[in-house]
């Protein structure tokens, strides 16, 4: 019987292999329509290393508020992150940003699953799907190869094609040591994978999912500027947003899946403050919608320094709705940035000398482990 | 356990220029003999509000902050330990510019209800403007155990760092005292960017108690408030109580953005009853009578309530400091401050 069960196992391994193939999502890309943009010539590359190409200090991003759904195919996956791409190249995007758990649809890809929507929740379906014994990391560290391949074809092709920076939002994924993390990927106009960003702070559900936070902060260099992408809760500490800036990040992404009931005060206790504290522009994707009994609301936006916004607020642009589909266009002036850093004394500010007397030993009381933790 | 709190605004007129101490203290007293009636706990005074309280006729106005001579400063100090005594208060007294060793520091105090000097606290972190006149950040945080709660101090700039309120809040302080004032503009988004979001991130209580008027050449605006954690408040806003003259400009700044937040604030304290003072203090301030209105200078009282045991509901129901990641702080505090 066991036999039996390894060889059942080992067959939906290969169907999901096979329904991933890479080579299918680039054939079925390919057939879209992609306009020219300022990074795509038709002569080929522009040399973006420094000292090439001049490039403006003016970077136009797009923060896309995208429905989450059951994703039952891989071709379904990569039209559904197509149209939102090209919604945002056409406002003039050079850089798109995607929300948290974008690839979380995929799960739809386990046959029978939509019949489980029911279960009120994700563990709850996991756990009438296999039992106790199962945690949702283990069904994303089975699904994890099939999942890589289209997440990750689906945002290479699409950065390529449409010649632009692509933030993938983020996925589900098993390292090389089989912990699943939640992570997001960042990519070049040639569809060149940049970087990594697993998520660092998790909330207490998280934990109970058995997933495993990063410990460490990246930042990625493009011809403008240098960017960080950590995940959703990273922005509820302001510990996130000055490594990323101290590293020199002029421009931090926050992709987001936020799992209750719109509150203007308590959505405002993320990015927000985060880019007021550390002077940067941030980015915030968002996935909305309900599933599996998760209920996600956003209000996408791109935010600056007070002094660096039209009505001294903070707000670039913001999506109306905080469950609706949409794409939130803004420009970032790196040089106003700078300059603002320079008048208001930004570097000049900081005591090192506290924080050499306080920093990191502080945190030896933190009041306790995190909620959830298993470990 | 319910704290009572009272941040007490002070706003200087047009053409202040001069005032008696003696009459200043007179209405502080009357606001803490109603807020006393009130069984108020715990009152904050502005930032350089200790300028005020100074046994000189007038103050300065140069371009230069006032140094206190050691007279000035032991007056001072016996002043406040007095009315805190007096009123049974837990006060933090305001604000001043010290010098010490040739340097200038700007330094919070803390009373006891038995007059005591509980403690002090200086500015860690210094502004551009603070800067031009020659402050100097102070070097440790500290955080003063009451039965009250553990309290601490986010003087002026400082409520714009981060950091100090993390390693407050990693001392256990439970209640921030914030005597902020800044050159203009000061709008509900800087303070929000500031003791707002101080408060978010650390799920402590917090006091905001502001100055605003010319000071040294330049205009300064403060704002008063009371904060606790979102899930605490009326319409999750975060806000216990507003300063009555901040409400509209609030609602005009929030409701732009987002019209539904504004109907989650609090009521301006002046839209709630007051408590009839007590028999004895109001027998006192009969026989203090009231200073003549002086269009010079002007309080405006914020009251609130603090519920350290729904605040402990709130902790343990969302332990967001639990949330937090040492690897990762460990892996590059506090040499990656030296990058810049």
Redesign the interface.
């Known amino acids: 019987m066991q036999f039996w069960e390894q060889l059942k196992e080992q067959a939906l391994r290969y169907y999901l292999l096979w329904r991933s193939d890479p080579r299918r999502i680039s054939r079925f890309l390919s057939r879209f329509e992609y306009p020219q943009t300022p990074l795509r010539t038709g002569a080929g590359t522009r040399d973006f290393s420094p000292g090439g190409d001049e490039v403006s200090s003016k970077l136009r991003v797009a923060a896309v508020q995208m429905r989450v759904e059951l994703v039952g195919s891989a071709e379904a996956y990569a039209e559904k992150i197509y149209r939102l791409v090209r919604q945002a190249v056409a406002g003039g995007a050079q850089l798109v940003a995607f929300p948290e758990d974008t690839a979380t649809g995929l799960i739809g890809l386990l046959p029978g699953l939509e019949k489980l929507a029911g279960a009120g929740s994700l563990e709850g379906a996991v756990k009438e799907m296999a039992g106790d014994q199962v945690q949702v990391a283990d069904v994303f560290r089975f699904l994890g190869p099939a999942t890589r391949r289209i997440h990750e074809a689906t945002f290479s092709n699409l950065a390529r094609l449409f010649g632009v920076y692509l933030v993938s939002g983020s996925a589900l994924l098993p390292r090389d040591d089989g912990q699943v993390v939640n992570v997001a990927h960042f990519y070049g106009p040639d569809g060149r994978l940049l970087g990594a960003q697993e998520k660092c702070h998790f909330i207490p559900l998280e934990w109970e999912w058995g997933l495993q936070p990063g410990n460490e902060l990246r930042v990625f260099s493009t011809p403008w500027t240098k960017v960080a992408t950590p995940i959703c809760m990273d922005a509820s500490f302001f510990e996130t947003f000055r490594l990323a800036s101290l590293q020199g990040a002029e421009v931090v992404v926050i992709p987001t899946a936020n799992p209750e009931e719109y509150n203007f005060w308590k959505a405002l206790r993320g990015i927000w403050p985060r880019v007021q504290e550390s002077y940067v522009y941030g980015i915030n994707p968002c996935l909305v919608g309900e599933l599996m009994g998760i209920k996600l609301t956003g209000r996408a936006g791109i935010f600056a320094p007070l002094a660096l916004s039209p009505a001294g607020d903070g707000i670039l642009a913001q999506a109306a709705s905080f469950k609706e589909e949409t794409v939130v266009l803004a420009d970032l002036d790196l040089e106003a940035l700078r300059q603002l850093r320079r008048e208001e004394g930004w570097a000049e500010g900081f005591n090192r000398t506290l924080y050499e007397k306080y920093l990191p030993q502080i945190y030896d009381f933190i009041p306790g482990p995190p909620p959830g933790n298993r470990r | 356990m319910i704290v009572k709190v009272l941040s007490l605004q002070i706003k200087l007129g047009p053409e202040a220029t001069r005032w008696s101490a003696t009459d200043l203290r007179a209405g502080l007293e009357a606001e803490l003999g109603l807020a006393q009636g009130d069984g108020v706990d715990l009152v904050l005074l502005p930032a350089f509000s200790g300028l005020l309280f100074l046994p000189t006729a007038e103050l300065s106005f140069s371009r230069r902050p006032v140094e206190v001579g050691q007279d000035a400063w032991d007056s001072f100090l016996n002043t406040m330990g007095e009315v805190a005594q007096q009123y049974q208060v837990f006060l933090g007294a305001g604000t001043l510019p010290v010098v010490e060793e040739g340097r200038i520091y700007h330094r919070a105090f803390l009373f006891s209800p038995e007059g005591e000097l509980l403690g002090m606290q200086d500015q ?5 403007w603070e ?1 031009s006149w020659g402050m100097t ?5 500290e955080v003063f155990a009451t039965p009250i709660g553990r309290l601490a101090f986010l003087v002026g ?1 400082d409520v ?4 100090v309120g ?2 407050l809040a ?3 302080a439970d209640i921030v005292l914030a005597p902020v004032s800044r050159p203009l ?1 000061y ?1 509900f ?2 303070q ?2 500031g003791l ?2 101080q408060v ?2 650390n799920q402590f209580f917090a006091l905001e108690a502001g100055l605003t008027g010319r000071l040294w050449g330049t205009e300064l605006r403060g704002r008063g408030a009371v904060f606790a954690p ?1 899930e605490m408040t009326p ?4 806000f216990l109580a507003l300063a009555p003259s901040d409400g509209e400009e609030i609602r005009a ?2 409701s ?3 019209p ?2 504004f109907t ?1 604030l609090p009521l301006p304290p002046t839209a709630q009853a007051r408590a009839e003072p007590s028999a004895a203090a109001f027998a006192r301030i009969a026989a203090s009578p009231l200073p003549a209105a002086q269009p010079s200078l002007e309080f405006e009282p914020v009251t609130a309530e603090l519920d350290l045991a729904r605040r402990q509901q709130v902790v343990a129901e969302y ?16 040499t ?5």
């Open positions: 860690t972190h210094t502004s551009a800067r950040p102070g070097e440790k945080l700039t714009w760092y981060p950091e993390r390693i990693l001392q256990g503009p709008s988004w800087s929000g960017a707002w979001q978010q991130q979102c319409g999750e806003s975060g700044e929030v732009r953005v987002y539904e937040a989650g332990p967001l400091l639990r949330l937090l990641n040492p690897s990762l702080y460990r892996r590059y505090f506090p990656v401050y030296r990058s810049l």
